[in-house]
């Protein structure tokens, strides 16, 4: 799912970073370039930096970048280029959770005002997490969340208006329209596991990321097939060589869903509420093959798969899916564009708080990271973000 990078020229790369520079902090920052090796990217080196609020600096225009240094997109070339469009001191590379945790408390010990992850949605869940739940210990309002796309799928990057291609320069291009063209908007979040994400699944979601993300790596071994382990040729191929014959073999998981918070709407003709779940009853039980909840309309790659995400500011969408190999290929540009409808194998509901129990283990994906199986699960709609969004009006900056 993740496209390959098209890196720049070092003079191309070298220009862009300087307009950049000048639009998000309005003055020559004074960065310097990151001394960097293919493997020698980390926090350390970023953390070590002194702060980057000198006096006479804006605070407002001042942005943490958290970059996932294990994403194939974030090369030494692209943290090089980060570390000349953001002051000194503004740029943490993670490598793992750990870091993630640290990197977290002195984003919010600092107080950055925006926060931007560079990574795909799943770095974009983890960040968000940890330095929401930071924020909380210490009493503080969480900063704006904004994405730089540098993962797979990016399907918040369809919600929040990010560059339409994957590259060196769209990251450095969504870097200079912050200042001119972020707005801000709010965006509500799933709880799963202790984990704020807007969009959650079991089934057949997660065992094609399980799957993908086996091909991707069996393709990254060898020098002729290495090209074709990003984007989405590869998520083609484990898809059509992995999990349709896996979905024709095997039989259909069954799954009961129980309402636990207020009254669940079931969605039905005309688009419209067609009945309310009290709490403590079952929204739906039977087999199915994808068991999803979202926020946002969107997976990766633009397919509109919640139609109905953005239908109340407090619900989430709960989409419950049985459908058959052949039914998704007739249909696959209604499914693609959400315009499809079923009742007998696509059920929509708007939910508060959900337990989703399996009778046997089922994976999950939680942002797009497959986390494991689980045979039950509980989902809440929790509190909301501010996140930075291209298609809101931009910010008001006084002269």
């Known amino acids: 799912m993740r496209d390959s990078a098209r890196d720049p020229s070092s003079s191309d790369a070298s220009s862009a970073a300087e307009t950049s520079s000048a639009a998000v902090h309005g003055a020559d920052s004074g960065a310097r370039s ?23 600096d804006d605070a407002l225009d001042r942005i943490a970048v958290v970059v996932n240094g294990r994403a194939r997109q974030v090369t030494a070339d692209i943290v090089e280029v980060l570390d000349q469009i953001v002051q000194s001191g503004d740029l943490f590379v993670s490598r793992d959770l750990a870091e993630a945790d640290r990197i977290a408390h002195t ?8 926060v931007l992850t560079g990574g795909g949605d799943g770095t974009f869940v983890q960040m968000v997490t940890r330095v929401v739940r930071a924020a909380e210990a210490r009493g503080q309002t969480p900063p704006r969340f904004g994405l730089l796309k540098l993962g797979t799928g990016n399907a918040l990057s369809w919600v929040l208006g990010n560059h339409p291609t994957s590259s060196n320069k769209a990251v450095v291009a969504d870097l200079a329209r912050l200042r001119s063209e972020g707005g801000s908007r709010s965006l509500r979040l799933i709880e799963v596991e202790g984990t704020l994400t807007p969009f959650a699944g079991l089934g057949v979601d997660a065992i094609c990321l399980e799957h993908y993300g086996t091909t991707k790596d069996w393709l990254s071994r ?9 984007g989405p040729g590869a998520y083609l191929l484990s898809t059509v060589a992995r999990s349709l014959p896996e979905f024709l073999l095997r039989s259909h998981p069954h799954v009961r ?6 009254p669940c709407l079931r969605m039905g003709k005309g ?63 209604s499914i693609w564009r959400g315009s499809y409808r079923n009742d007998r194998s ?44 291209y298609y809101a009006p931009p910010p008001v900056h006084p002269n």
């Open 107 to 114: 984003i919010v010990e600092r107080r950055y005002p925006t």
């Open 34 to 56: 990151a001394d960097v090796g293919d493997d020698s990217v980390g926090p350390a080196d970023s953390e070590k930096r002194s702060p980057s609020l000198l006096p006479g």
């Open 346 to 389: 696509v059920h929509d509901f708007l939910c508060e708080r959900i337990a989703i129990h399996y009778d046997e283990p089922m994976s999950l994906q939680i942002g797009g990271d497959v986390v494991g199986r689980r045979t039950l699960i509980h989902a809440a709609l929790a509190a909301p973000i501010e996140v930075v969004d």
């Open 257 to 262: 869903i129980v309402n636990e918070g207020a």
């Open 271 to 333: 688009d419209k509420p067609a009945a309310e779940i009290a709490r403590g009853q079952v929204l739906y039980e039977g087999p199915s093959r994808l068991v999803a909840l979202s926020t946002i309309p969107y997976w990766g790659f633009g397919a509109r798969i919640f139609p109905f995400a953005e239908e109340r500011d407090d619900r989430f969408s709960l989409r419950v899916a049985d459908v058959g190999s052949f039914e998704v290929a007739t249909h696959i540009r």
């Open 222 to 230: 060898s020098k002729l097939t290495r090209p074709l382990a990003t």
